[in-house]
């Protein structure tokens, strides 16, 4: 397993270990709808200018269930069903659902309202679908489905004359059965090649051959290798679901650690995807620190700073930052040479985009230009907006620190979730774009399984390329030929 770069900004893993930097977050969160009959027991529900702010865990999980004159409006039912998990388990919560309609569905049958029956039963299968096809994968554990198939049991149970809510339930269970299928192949399938072939790199003088291919010999046209880029993007993020980008603040909620803490597979698709960042930073610099001669270096350099700057163009900001992370590392970095020989001039405004200053303001200017071309598309290609997975973590992490779980009152900050989940919304709604670029498997081939040189390795190359300069690096080189000295 190769070293991950330490030059390059905080990466995705760091989230899960450490409280991150302060990030900014928009304005405005998704509106909703007014339950009828309030909610009551254990809690009342607080409304500020018409939207729901707060409320007890109870009163908001009955503010979830439908009645003969209420069904919850669609973002109240996402939101809350996101981020509920952060106190209290999919399956519990499916449970305590459950059981509320089996009492409205009890009172209901005492009074022998067979039509009002009827139009509750289609309430309760429409929500369950709602649950089940914005997040399926609360149910690939058993217990969540054990509820499932209870409660729509004994719906069917209470109206067996109900042909429509059976078709509906059969028709429900199947798509859902499909979605965990899915990614359950899915999930295999990206366990086989988890990670690429790593290159320890030259030993000593023993560099790799003039013939040996690169990059510029499988793909020399900037666009067309940006375009194969956003396409790998899109396919990876798209296994990410929301449920997955929650843990980002259940994972690091050490009050309520012991309730949402759940299946840490839970969190594979966030890792897989940071790491195919740090796969291609990593592989960027070996693909510059290998090249024998200065020239074809200073051409290699300039190809990726094309690349980048298509991939800018493209709304492709994740691969950008990946490739001028790679050529911020230190071994890239240091060949002063050749980079003398480099028209920086791109390079430059690549980087002012880039600038941290100011908590990414300049990237987060142009991000929101590709939302609003986004919003206005008229193509699928002008609809590409893939943000900076690390700085959209550390915006939902750093939302999740700043702002209480819980109100003095005890009531949940549900303000704090409507933010939180419309981030999360809008992320997924970039995930959904399907790539309008014609996918080349030869160029996608090299750029998934291309050998990378680990961290050591791209030093060798380096000094081996241009000498160490001053006396911190004749000492990290007479170091490293000492290591490998010693490892032959």
Not at 105 to 115: F, I, M, T, V, Y
Not at 392 to 398: A, G, Q, R, T, W
Request: hydrophobic fraction near 35%; glycine fraction near 4%.
């Amino acid at each position: 397993m190769f070293l991950e770069p330490q030059e390059t900004m905080p990466q995705t893993s760091v989230v899960f270990s450490s409280i991150l930097g302060p990030s900014c977050s928009g304005q405005g969160q998704p509106g909703m709808g007014e339950r009828g009959g309030g909610a009551g027991g254990s809690g009342d529900l607080i409304f500020q200018d018409g939207r729901l702010v707060s409320g007890s865990l109870e009163a908001l999980m009955e503010h979830l269930v439908p009645t003969v004159d209420y069904y919850p409006d669609r973002t109240y039912i996402f939101t809350f069903l996101l981020s509920s998990r952060v106190f209290i388990p999919p399956h519990d919560l499916l449970a305590r659902v459950g059981q509320l309609c089996m009492e409205q569905r009890q009172q209901l049958e005492a009074g022998s309202e067979k039509a009002k029956l009827k139009s509750f039963s289609a309430k309760i299968v429409q929500l369950l679908k709602e649950w089940t096809e914005a997040f399926p994968f609360d149910f690939q554990d058993e217990k969540a489905m054990a509820e499932l198939k209870a409660i729509t049991h004994r719906v069917t149970q209470c109206d067996e004359e109900n042909s429509t809510v059976k078709k509906a339930i059969s028709q429900m269970t199947q798509s859902l059965l499909l979605s965990l299928a899915a990614r359950s192949q899915l999930q295999e399938l990206r366990e086989k090649l988890r990670s690429p072939a790593m290159d320890k790199g030259p030993v000593l003088k023993a560099k790799p051959p003039a013939a040996q291919k690169d990059i510029l010999g499988v793909c020399c046209d900037p666009l067309v290798l940006a375009q194969q880029l956003t396409h790998i993007e899109l396919e990876r993020v798209s296994s990410i679901h929301p449920e997955d980008l929650m843990q980002i603040v259940s994972h690091m909620d050490s009050r309520d650690k012991h309730r949402c803490r759940g299946d840490m597979t839970k969190t594979y698709s966030l890792e897989a995807y940071d790491n195919w960042f740090n796969c291609l930073s990593m592989l960027v610099a070996t693909e510059v620190c290998r090249v024998v001669k200065k020239k074809h270096r200073t051409r290699m350099l300039e190809f990726f700073i094309d690349v980048a700057r298509e991939c800018f163009n493209i709304g492709n900001f994740n691969s950008m930052m990946a490739i001028i992370s790679g050529m911020n590392l230190s071994p890239v970095a240091r060949l002063k040479k050749t980079w003398s020989k480099v028209k920086t001039a791109k390079f430059d405004v690549l980087e002012h985009h880039m600038d941290p200053s100011s908590n990414f303001c300049n990237y987060r200017t142009a991000l929101q230009g590709a939302t609003q071309r986004s919003q206005t598309a008229n193509s699928s290609r002008e609809k590409i907006v893939i943000p900076v997975f690390n700085l959209f973590v550390k915006d939902i992490y750093f939302l999740h620190k700043i702002h209480t779980n819980h109100l003095p009152n005890g009531h949940i900050n549900f303000k704090k979730f409507w933010e939180i989940s419309r981030q999360i919304h809008e992320f997924m709604t970039w995930t959904q774009v399907e790539c309008p670029f014609e996918k080349d498997k030869k160029i996608q081939s090299y750029l998934l399984t291309a050998p990378i040189y680990s961290e050591e390795a791209l030093f060798i190359a380096s000094f081996e390329s241009e000498g160490p300069e001053n006396h911190m690096e004749k000492d990290s080189w007479k170091t490293l030929r000492t290591t490998l000295l010693n490892r032959a």
